[in-house]
């Protein structure tokens, strides 16, 4: 089973939001998790002091762990603005350029999606950072994609149109497909839906976040899937958002015990790739997946 780990990027700092109405939300969000117990006082002190320090990602954290566990993450940054995502290319630029210089990969998180000519422009002002072609894509939010996918099965042209090869919005146990002209890579495991149970907070405990992901891998193994996706929001990487970055951890740490292969998601398009052209007898001879 090869698995990729991948990460949006949704915010940087907390002054980017004053046109929005992101900080009032995630105050709320931690009152209520901390007053539920779901959260501890303590983490709601800590995400205080982040709000203090103008500090929203958790970028450089997460770079280090993940090289230091062998994980290619492939992380998705904006060029757009909207739905409470809100700091823009030129804030993005360094941070894009530290993914990089560890030959991460880097894909849009793209909040456009129904106006070619604006995609195109956000993938534009993406390449112009990374100074080679975006391959995939995510829409934030990706809540706001349904988990049948049909707004996958809509839209999916439009970003073949702009260049993508993949796209990563759907929520199943199910292998990558081709959809509307690129490969769609559904998304097994996500923070939101572990950690949070038809709610807009978080309401599940470390150890039911851990055995309902352990139920989701089990699904993954019993369907025989090939390739898979985890979603990690880099922001969520820091005790303020215990026990979420513990879950994280952990999550990485059970998926090299399953001895499940860490890869990108552009190596898994290349596979896909491989794989399509290759001919029938080659594809049955047990080439190594
Ligand atoms: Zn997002």
Redesign the pocket.
């Known amino acids: 089973m090869k698995v990729v780990v991948s990460h ?1 990027v ?1 915010h940087l700092t907390f002054a980017e939001h004053w046109r929005d109405a992101a900080v009032p939300k995630f105050l709320l969000r931690g009152v209520v998790e901390a007053v539920r117990g779901s959260s501890s006082g303590r983490a709601l002190m800590r995400k205080l002091r982040r709000l203090a320090a103008n500090r929203a990602h958790n970028l450089e954290a997460l770079l280090a762990f993940n090289r230091e566990h062998g994980v290619p993450a492939t992380f998705f940054f904006a060029t757009g603005r909207g739905r409470d ?1 809100a700091y823009g290319p030129r804030r993005a630029r360094p941070w894009i350029a530290r993914v990089l210089e560890q030959g991460l990969e880097v894909g849009l ?1 793209a909040i456009a999606f129904d106006r070619p000519e604006r995609i195109r422009w956000e993938r534009q002002r993406l390449e112009e950072i990374t100074g080679s072609p975006v391959l995939g894509v995510r829409l ?2 990706v809540g706001m994609v349904d988990n049948a996918g049909r707004l996958t099965d809509a839209y999916a042209p439009l970003f073949a149109q702009a260049g993508f090869a993949y796209c990563s919005n759907t929520y199943g146990v199910r292998d990558p497909y081709r959809v509307g002209g690129l490969w769609e890579l559904p998304i097994l495991i996500t923070d939101g839906y572990t950690f949070r149970n038809n709610s807009r907070v978080v309401n599940r405990t470390l150890r039911q976040a851990q055995e309902f992901t352990l139920a989701r891998l089990g699904q993954a193994e019993a369907a025989g899937l090939h390739h898979v996706s985890v979603l990690f929001h880099d922001v969520y990487f820091d005790p303020a958002f215990d026990p979420l970055d513990r879950w994280y951890r952990w999550l990485i740490q059970e998926l090299h015990r399953r001895r499940w292969e860490f890869c990108s998601c552009r190596d898994v398009v290349a596979h896909l790739e491989k794989d399509a052209v290759a001919p029938p007898a080659a594809a049955a001879s047990g080439e190594q997946r």
């Open positions: 949006d949704d995502l998180h934030h939010n």
